[in-house]
Structure formats: structure tokens, C-alpha cells
């Protein structure tokens, strides 16, 4: 069964920083998506980032970037120039590529706080 | 339209009441999903509809029934509900008939049971 870990309940970071989080998971599949979704207070979940394990270029959109690390497992996200609007609950998921399976396998998520 | 809408944003219901949630996307996505949120735990999968079939249920008790009259609208019916079940219900939407390309989420109903 695949299981994701997020080892950080909670982070801090100030506006303009950067800051990483961590999302590890485990597998034996080969073929596989992974996720980053935010929660802002507003309860939304909105996805963040999306990355296919067939792809070894690791994905970016704008200030959000990932580091994915097939070998070991590890898709971390590093938010850049963070922003106040980036306080939020942050998910790592994790979805296998086969038909007739739509389950997100999610992990237990990390609070971050952005501080003026 | 990029949203899935979801009606009412916060129900209150006594534990003989029967109520229902409504979810509604425009953006052509075939595959559509009710999760079930507790505080600060990661959504729970209940239920998904591709092409307007049950594909998949979580073992959920029969005490919440889903409904996909069309591609566009998902309902889930509540009735007898226990105050555990209290918690968030989200919507989410998604291309073709899985969730690869990531969903769209509404913002879902703040149920409580009392």
C-alpha cells in the first residue's frame, strides 16, 4: 500500500523568503502522479503543482517549485518570494497511474504561516 | 467557468433530518468526487462518479447517498446523520474519467449534526 509522509506539521517563513517543504512517500509502482494542493483558510483546496514520475524534469509554476527525487521518494516544494496569500495548509498526494483508479493517497499536510 | 459551486456553504441538521448537498461544475469534467474533511486532517474519499456512474464507494455508511443526475451536478443525500459526522464535505471535479491532471476543488459545506 502507498503511504506519504509530511514530516512538518507546522513552518513559518517571512515575506520574501523561501522556504521548502518536505513530502516523502512510498511505492512500488513505477508510473505515478504527485500532488501539491493548499488549503487557505477560505477551505478551498487548490492545486499548486503537479508532477508525472515518467518525467525527471522537476515541475515549477511561477514561485512553485518542486524537487522530485524518483530514487528516494522525496517530492519537496519550495515556495520562493513567499507572500502573506501563501499562508496555508499545504497536502502532498500521491496518485497511481492505473485505470479505474482516481484515489489520491494524501498526506497529513503542513500549516504554514507567512509573517509580515 | 473554472468553479465547482457548492450549496449550502454551512448546514446545521438534527439527527432525524434529512438534507441534501449540492455540488455543480460547468467545465465539462467528466469525473466528479465527494471527500469528507475532519479538522486539520486531509480529505477523506467517499464517493467518485465517472461518466455519471458510482465507480467508487469508500464503504460509506448508507446513511449518505450519492446522486449524479447529470455530468454537471452532484448530489449527496443526508438523513439519519450521527454528530460524528460532522465535518467538512468538498466537491472536486476532474478531466476525462480520473484525477491525473489534479482536481478542481468547490469550497465545500461546513456540516454540523446536532
Known amino acids: 500500500a502507498q503511504t506519504v509522509t509530511q514530516s512538518q506539521p507546522e513552518m513559518s517563513v517571512q515575506e520574501a523568503e523561501t522556504v521548502t517543504l518536505s513530502c516523502t512517500y512510498d511505492?512500488?509502482?513505477?508510473?505515478?502522479?504527485l500532488f501539491w494542493y493548499k488549503q487557505p483558510p477560505s477551505r478551498q483546496m487548490i492545486l499548486v503543482i503537479r508532477?508525472?514520475?515518467?518525467?525527471?524534469q522537476n515541475a515549477t509554476e511561477n514561485r512553485f517549485s518542486v524537487n522530485f527525487q524518483k530514487a528516494a521518494k522525496s517530492f519537496s516544494l519550495k515556495i520562493s518570494d513567499s507572500q502573506l496569500g501563501d499562508t496555508a495548509m499545504y497536502f502532498c498526494?500521491?496518485?497511481?497511474?492505473?485505470?479505474?483508479?482516481?484515489?489520491?493517497?494524501f498526506g497529513t499536510g503542513t500549516r504554514l504561516k507567512v509573517l509580515a | 467557468d473554472t468553479e465547482v459551486t457548492q450549496t449550502p456553504k454551512h448546514l446545521v441538521m438534527g439527527m432525524t433530518n434529512k438534507k441534501s448537498l449540492k455540488c455543480e461544475q460547468h467545465?465539462?469534467?467528466?469525473?466528479m468526487y465527494w471527500y469528507k474533511q475532519k479538522a486539520k486532517k486531509p480529505p477523506e474519499l467517499m464517493f467518485v462518479?465517472?461518466?455519471?456512474?458510482?465507480?467508487i464507494n469508500e464503504s460509506v455508511p448508507s446513511r449518505f447517498s450519492p446522486e449524479c443526475p447529470n455530468s454537471s451536478l452532484l448530489n449527496l443525500h443526508l438523513h439519519a446523520l450521527q454528530p460524528e459526522d460532522s465535518a467538512l464535505y468538498l466537491c472536486?471535479?476532474?478531466?476525462?474519467?480520473?484525477?491525473?491532471?489534479?482536481?478542481?476543488f468547490g469550497s465545500g459545506t461546513r456540516l454540523t449534526v446536532v
Open positions: 462518479y465517472s461518466y455519471e456512474k458510482l465507480s
Open positions: 511505492t512500488s509502482e513505477n508510473n505515478y502522479y
Open positions: 508532477q508525472e514520475a515518467y518525467k525527471q
Open positions: 498526494a500521491f496518485m497511481k497511474l492505473t485505470p479505474g483508479t482516481y484515489k489520491y493517497i
Open positions: 472536486a471535479s476532474s478531466q476525462g474519467g480520473g484525477g491525473n491532471y489534479g482536481y478542481t
Open positions: 467545465m465539462g469534467h467528466r469525473a
